[in-house]
Structures are given as C-alpha cells and as structure tokens.
C-alpha cells in the first residue's frame, strides 16, 4: 500500500504541475495585446539612385599611378583591402575598396592595368560611367 500512495502522490503533483502550467498560459496570453492584421500595400521598388562615377573618376584621377605601382610592385593580392590598404591616406584607401568591391579585384586590377593611367577610360571599362556621363563628369570635376 504504501507503493500506493506515492504513485498516487506523484500523479497527483503532475496533474498540479499541469493545471499551473495552463493558468499560467492564459494569465500570460490574458496581458499580451493580440496582434491583428492589417492589409498590405505592395510598394514598388524604387532605385538607389547611387552614382559611382564622379567618384571614380576623381579618385583614379588621384590615385591610378599609385595603384598600378602597387600593382606592379607588391604583386598578387587577395583582396581588395589588401591592395587598397597600401594607399597612403584613409579617404584613398576607403574609395578604393568601395570602387574594388563593386567590380571584383580581379576585375579591378586588370583595367587598372588596362587603363592606360586615364581615370576617365577605367571608369568606363569597369562600367561605373558610361561613356557620356564619364565626359561630362571629368569636364566638371576639372575646370
């Protein structure tokens, strides 16, 4: 019998754990607001509207003879922070891995070597400008 009774104690303190279990759940759900639904409106997605390429052509304007000395002298580099890390000041060094991430290092470092030291020709070749806005944008940037 006294088998029994801790069996029954211990049913007992289960059915316990589980009725406290279940009012403390409808306590919980009774504070919580409820979240209603609302329509959605589908919204057209809208460009950026970032242009890269009076940036570019300033900053290789500046920065393409370093570059291509970088290039040739360091040798293979992995990674656009790696190669732009070599560039003396901050500004340089930031432009130059934004400009490297958007077209790849590979990509970078062969129209970096292609260019021919002419800002306006790499901006070109990496298709950050295209050919008109490459011209008006280095007629402004140089009065």
Do not use: H, W
């Not at 009774?5 to 059915?15: F, S």
């Not at 607001?33 to 290789?60: E, H, I, K």
């Not at 040739?72 to 992995?78: A, I």
């Not at 020709?121 to 490459?134: D, F, K, N, R, V």
């Amino acid at each position: 019998i006294p088998f029994f009774i801790l069996i029954m104690r211990a049913v007992l303190l289960l059915v316990a754990a589980l009725i406290a279990c279940f009012l403390v759940t409808e306590a919980v759900s009774l504070t919580l607001p409820r979240a209603r639904l609302t329509s959605v409106t589908r919204v057209s997605p809208q460009p950026v509207g970032l242009d890269l390429c009076p940036l570019c052509v300033n900053f290789m304007g500046q920065s393409i003879n370093e570059l291509l000395n970088i290039i040739l002298n360091v040798g293979v580099v992995g990674t656009c922070g790696e190669l732009c890390g070599y560039l003396p000041k901050a500004l340089e060094k930031d432009v130059c891995d934004l400009l490297c991430s958007y077209v790849g290092i590979e990509e970078f470092i062969k129209v970096v070597e292609k260019a021919d030291l002419d800002p306006i020709y790499y901006c070109q070749l990496t298709q950050i400008c295209p050919l008109s806005t490459a011209k008006a944008n280095a007629s402004r940037s140089n009065p």
